[in-house]
């Protein structure tokens, strides 16, 4: 059994950070890409990031240059952080990963998500 939890949400102020993280843990042989996906009320489900098992990473528009995602291959962690942040980055923030068990199934994981809160 494999599980994404993430941690690091909460309620912060517009122009604030935050740093949300994800650990996998389990029967892991093998991570494939790592994302942050979030959903705010009322709205699809959508990307955030997205960093390969060789550390190429790709951003939503709307977060260049304000969110970093980076992962800790030897601790199956992946890394959201968060800055300058606006109260349109409400959302639930679900964890993504590609992972193959050591039984050779490979699929998508979810986590249960997090919730971030922006206030203005």
């Known amino acids: 059994q494999v599980q994404l939890v993430e941690s690091g949400g909460g309620l912060v102020q517009a122009g604030g950070s935050l740093r949300l993280s994800c650990a996998a843990s389990?029967?892991?042989?093998?991570?494939?890409?790592m994302g942050w996906y979030r959903q705010a009320p009322g709205k699809q489900r959508e990307l955030v990031a997205r960093?390969?098992?060789?550390?190429?990473?790709n951003y939503a528009d709307s977060v260049k240059g304000r969110f970093t995602i980076s992962r800790d291959n030897a601790k199956n962690t992946v890394y959201l952080q968060m800055n300058s942040l606006k109260p349109e980055d409400t959302a639930v923030y679900y964890c993504?990963?590609?992972?193959?068990?050591?039984?050779?199934?490979?699929?998508?994981?979810w986590g249960k998500g997090t919730l971030v809160t922006v206030s203005s």
């Open positions: 993504n990963s590609g992972i193959t068990t050591r039984s050779g199934y490979t699929r998508d994981y």
């Open positions: 389990g029967s892991i042989f093998s991570i494939n890409a």
């Open positions: 960093i390969t098992s060789g550390g190429s990473t």
